[in-house]
């Protein structure tokens, strides 16, 4: 307290000076409506400065909540689009519309581990046997597939990439429905797999997109995987062997969908019925 008062009788002249100064400038402003608007003007454009500034720093950290929230959002839509009944899809529509048969379910997850540059590559999501992710369970992301569940614990989940020479997944000529296997040669770049066993026959053409087929109980028919870059065709005179450039970045992936098929069980009891007892 002694400070203070030592302080004030030190530049009481500056401080008496600075008082009328701000009470000359307050009647001023008070008797002239010109210094009036003049001084609301500059006080609106300061704190609006301040309030704006202040409001971009809120934004910024709540950005992991939005994206959280955008995330599963998107997650309902993509199970609505692929639960949708009304609509098939058909040559003319565009890759961002496609519609999907059956009866799915869509969990979202994070990837927190993402090989690709050996032979076999898997990753790492965040989800796990707690959250009912179990193997065979299809994993894309919102611009086409990243591979499928092949080993899960509690908390997290593996994924065998379409990065892995041990990769096969069942996908087709959207324009045409010609079936092939979707499998990578270990030799292309993180951007490029092959469709093989594609028939002679086919109209393949380069920039033509490819689909999964939809003949597993993993990825339902229509998901987008690529487009065309070239083909050539086999020894054998019967099949092209066709590059593929994925519509997703392998090497630049973060949230992904994992997708079940809910009448996968069914299906597989169906095709594959035990023995009856004699």
Same mark, same amino acid.
């Given at each position: 307290m002694q400070q203070i008062i030592?302080?004030?009788?030190r530049n009481k002249t500056f401080l008496l000076f600075l008082l009328l100064f701000i009470?000359?400038?307050? /009647? &001023? $402003?008070?008797?002239h409506s010109y210094h009036k608007s003049k001084f609301i003007n500059s006080a609106n454009f300061l704190t609006g400065g301040i309030y704006e500034s202040a409001n971009s720093i809120t934004d910024y950290f709540g950005l992991r909540e939005q994206n959280k929230i955008l995330i599963e959002e998107n997650s309902r839509l993509r199970s609505k689009v692929l639960n949708s009944t009304d609509s098939t899809t058909t040559a003319n529509s565009n890759v961002d519309s496609i519609s999907y048969h059956g009866t799915y379910?869509?969990?979202?997850?994070?990837?927190?581990?993402?090989?690709?540059?050996?032979?076999?590559?898997? /990753? &790492? $999501?965040?989800?796990?046997?707690?959250?009912?992710?179990?193997?065979?369970?299809?994993?894309?992301?919102?611009?086409?597939?990243?591979?499928?569940i092949d080993n899960t614990s509690n908390g997290y989940a593996r994924v065998l990439s379409i990065l892995n020479t041990k990769s096969r997944i069942n996908a087709q000529l959207k324009l045409s429905n010609h079936i092939g296997s979707l499998?990578?040669?270990g030799k292309t770049s993180a951007n490029t797999v092959q469709l093989i066993d594609i028939s002679k026959f086919a109209p393949v053409r380069e920039g033509d997109t490819i689909?999964?087929?939809g003949q597993s109980t993993i990825f339902p028919q229509g998901i987008p995987i690529g487009t065309i870059e070239n083909f050539?065709?086999?020894?054998?005179?019967d099949t092209y062997t066709v590059n593929i450039k994925l519509f997703n970045d392998m090497t630049n992936l973060k949230h992904v969908y994992i997708i079940e098929n809910l009448d996968a069980e069914e299906i597989k009891q169906l095709e594959n019925p035990v023995d009856e007892q004699s």
């Open positions: 030592n302080f004030v009788i009470l000359s400038l307050a /009647l &001023t $402003i008070q008797s379910k869509i969990l979202t997850a994070k990837i927190i581990n993402n090989n690709y540059s050996s032979s076999k590559n898997y /990753l &790492t $999501i965040n989800k796990g046997e707690k959250h009912g992710l179990k193997e065979d369970l299809g994993v894309m992301t919102s611009k086409g597939i990243v591979g499928i499998v990578w040669d689909v999964t087929g050539i065709l086999d020894i054998s005179g």
